[in-house]
Antibody
Framework: QLQLQESGPGLVKPSETLSLTCTVS??????????WGWIRQPPGKGLEWIGS???????YYNPSLKSRVTISVDTSKNQFSLKLSSVTAADTAVYYC???????????????????WGQGTLVTVSS | EIVMTQSPATLSVSPGERATLSCRAS??????LAWYQQKPGQAPRLLIY???TRATGIPARFSGSGSGTEFTLTISSLQSEDFAVYYC???????????FGPGTKVDIK
C-alpha cells in the first residue's frame, strides 16, 4: 500500500523559506508515468495546487506561486521536497503531498488526478 | 488559466436522498476532471476521475457525468458518512497544470 508522509517545521517566520519533505513508502517515486505533487489548503478554505514533477525532470508550477517555489526530488531516498521562499501569513496552510496518476496523453495531458495523499502538515507563518 | 466554479456552495440533504453537485470550467477540459471528498481533519479522497470513472473502492452510489465545461457528481442515496466537502479538479490544461473548484459542502438537512 502506497503511503506518503509530509515532514518539516510547523512554524516559519515571515520572509523566510518554508521547507517540507514528502517521504514515499510502498512504492517508488521513479514509477513510470506517475507525477508527484504538492497541494495546500489554508485553514477553512479550499485546495490550491502548488506544483507537480516527474522524476526524470519535468516540473510544473502554479503560475501564482512560480517565482517562489522549487520542487526537488531525491530518488535514492524516495523523497521529494518543497521550498517556498519569502513567506507571509497568506502561506499559512495545511500542505499535502500526493501522487498524480498518468494523464490521458503523455505530451498534452501528462498528469491527472491525485490518487494517494499524505495526511497533511500544518505550517504556520508567524513571528 | 482555467477557472473552476462549483454550485451550490452548500447543499442540505436528508439521509437517503439524492444529491446533485455541479462543477463548471471556464473553458473546455474534455473529460479531464476529477472529484474528491474531504472530511474535517482529513486529506481529500479521490472519488471520480476521467469525469465518470469511479476510483478503487468507491461505492456505486457515487457517479460522475459530463464533458467539456459542465460536470455533475451525483450521490444516489446519501449515507451519514457522505456528509463532507466535495471538490472538482481539472487537469486538461498543461502548462500550467491543475486547478481545483472552491468546493460544495454537503450537510445534513
Amino acid at each position: 500500500q502506497l503511503q506518503l508522509q509530509e515532514s518539516g517545521p510547523g512554524l516559519v517566520k515571515p520572509s523566510e523559506t518554508l521547507s517540507l519533505t514528502c517521504t514515499v513508502s510502498g512504492g517508488s517515486i521513479s514509477s513510470s508515468g506517475y507525477y508527484w505533487g504538492w497541494i495546500r489548503q489554508p485553514p477553512g478554505k479550499g485546495l490550491e495546487w502548488i506544483g507537480s514533477f516527474y522524476y526524470s525532470g519535468s516540473t510544473y508550477y502554479n503560475p501564482s506561486l512560480k517565482s517562489r517555489v522549487t520542487i526537488s526530488v531525491d530518488t535514492s531516498k524516495n523523497q521529494f521536497s518543497l521550498k517556498l521562499s519569502s513567506v507571509t501569513a497568506a502561506d499559512t496552510a495545511v500542505y499535502y503531498c500526493a501522487r498524480q496518476q498518468p494523464g490521458a496523453h503523455i505530451v498534452v495531458v501528462p498528469a491527472g488526478d491525485f490518487d494517494y495523499w499524505g495526511q497533511g502538515t500544518l505550517v504556520t507563518v508567524s513571528s | 488559466e482555467i477557472v473552476m466554479t462549483q454550485s451550490p456552495a452548500t447543499l442540505s440533504v436528508s439521509p437517503g436522498e439524492r444529491a446533485t453537485l455541479s462543477c463548471r470550467a471556464s473553458q473546455s477540459v474534455s473529460s479531464n476532471l476529477a472529484w474528491y471528498q474531504q472530511k474535517p481533519g482529513q486529506a481529500p479522497r479521490l472519488l471520480i476521475y476521467g469525469a465518470s470513472t469511479r476510483a478503487t473502492g468507491i461505492p456505486a452510489r457515487f457517479s460522475g457525468s459530463g464533458s467539456g465545461t459542465e460536470f455533475t457528481l451525483t450521490i444516489s442515496s446519501l449515507q451519514s458518512e457522505d456528509f463532507a466537502v466535495y471538490y472538482c479538479q481539472q487537469y486538461n490544461n498543461w502548462p500550467p497544470g491543475v486547478t481545483f473548484g472552491p468546493g460544495t459542502k454537503v450537510d445534513i438537512k
